[in-house]
Nanobody, 124 residues
Framework: QVQLVESGGGLVQAGGSLRLSCAASGRTSSSVSMGWFRQAPGKEREFVAGTSWRGDITHYADSVKGRFTISRDNAKNTVYLQMNSLKPEDTAAYYC?????????????????WGQGTQVTVSS
């Protein structure tokens, strides 16, 4: 079992920055690949970024490339999502997820554990 707890969401103006954190706990929390997803009201959950368990392989959705950075600190069992140049369309509930696959894939159904989510609201 892996437990995930997100934090760091909030309200920010367009152009601003936020850093989300996802603290993992459990026996295998340092050996899972991680992903960040988001879901806006009335929309499907979408992939944002993913990282391998070592943090050496990362993937990003086209909509966030160059603005968001995923990283992890396995000593702290924490994954981060640094979000810069935020836009109103980034407004959503953000979720971290864990998978036993070797990389953080963009398909939600491939993830085994999910956090409860943290809200990000970007005002124009």
């Amino acid at each position: 079992q892996v437990q995930l707890v997100e934090s760091g969401g909030g309200l920010v103006q367009a152009g601003g920055s936020l850093r989300l954190s996802c603290a993992a706990s459990g026996r295998t929390s340092s050996s899972v690949s991680m992903g960040w997803f988001r879901q806006a009201p009335g929309k499907e959950r979408e992939f944002v970024a993913g990282t391998s368990w070592r943090g050496d392989i990362t993937h990003y959705a086209d909509s966030v490339k160059g603005r968001f950075t995923i990283s992890r600190d396995n000593a702290k069992n924490t994954v981060y999502l640094q979000m810069n140049s935020l836009k109103p369309e980034d407004t959503a509930a953000y979720y971290c997820a864990a998978t036993f696959l070797p990389v953080g894939v963009p398909t939600a159904s491939r993830y085994d554990y999910w956090g409860q989510g943290t809200q990000v609201t970007v005002s124009s």
